[in-house]
T-cell receptor, first 114, second 112 residues
Framework: DARVTQTPRHKVTEMGQEVTMRCQPI?????VFWYRQTMMQGLELLAY????????DSGMPKDRFSAEMPDATLATLKIQPSEPRDSAVYFC????????????FGPGTRLTVL | GDSVTQMEGPVTLSEEAFLTINCTYT??????LFWYVQYPGEGLQLLLK?????DKGSNKGFEATYRKETTSFHLEKGSVQVSDSAVYFC???????????FGTGTSLTVIP
């Protein structure tokens, strides 16, 4: 049963610390998305990649956030330095492009920044 | 720009009641339309989809019909169960790319 995996599932850290979240997309999928979900803002697209190349990261605060795909099986989202307002659930999703189709979501990383 | 607007919640229904969650869209092309469901503590998962006008998506008793003339994709279920309690997201994807546009989500609570 192919699924997107994310680690860690929960992270509590202090303001100013670096946070790294990891995602393993479904094997064969060539598109990866990072979303952030909060009660106030709902689901926000932070960045997405196709064939490991970043296509759009306009939703991401550039000064502290960075997203990469070192290889086809790993996507990372880093926050440095973290701030309390970054507290949210971060979801990774993968899919097949260029056809418009389903995105498969991971279980999310719940981040709390104290 | 391209966007999805869905009915605001929260929605509370009694078990076996009829459910409708409204969704309308704006798109420059001919999008595919989706309903995703998010159960507490989990990621979003696809509930149903439709890729062209007049298509009906269905799954687990839920249905939605792609209406191009009204630019709508309303979600319906004839008889909800407690286990349907979740947040429901309407979404569209343009065939020119793979970016998704999600609605704000509608929280549904079904009480026994």
């Amino acid at each position: 049963d192919a699924r997107v995996t994310q680690t860690p599932r929960h992270k509590v850290t202090e303001m100013g610390q670096e946070v790294t979240m990891r995602c393993q997309p479904i094997l064969g999928h060539n598109t990866v998305f990072w979303y952030r979900q909060t009660m106030m803002q709902g689901l926000e697209l932070l960045a997405y990649f196709r064939n490991r190349a970043p296509l759009d990261d306009s939703g991401m605060p550039k000064d502290r956030f960075s997203a990469e795909m070192p290889d086809a099986t790993l996507a990372t989202l880093k926050i440095q330095p973290s701030e309390p307002r970054d507290s949210a659930v971060y979801f990774c999703a993968s899919g097949l492009s260029p056809k418009a189709g389903e995105q498969f979501f991971g279980p999310g990383t719940r981040l709390t920044v104290l | 720009g391209d966007s999805v607007t869905q009915m605001e919640g929260p929605v509370t229904l009694s078990e076996e009641a009829f459910l409708t969650i409204n969704c309308t869209y704006t798109a420059t092309g001919y999008p595919s339309l989706f309903w995703y469901v998010q159960y507490p503590g989990e990621g979003l998962q696809l509930l149903l989809k439709a890729t062209k006008a007049d298509d009906k998506g269905s799954n687990k008793g839920f249905e939605a019909t792609y209406r191009k003339e009204t630019t709508s994709f309303h979600l319906e279920k004839g008889s909800v169960q407690v286990s349907d309690s979740a947040v429901y997201f309407c979404a569209l994807s343009l065939k020119t790319g793979n970016q998704f546009y999600f609605g704000t989500g509608t929280s549904l609570t079904v009480i026994p």
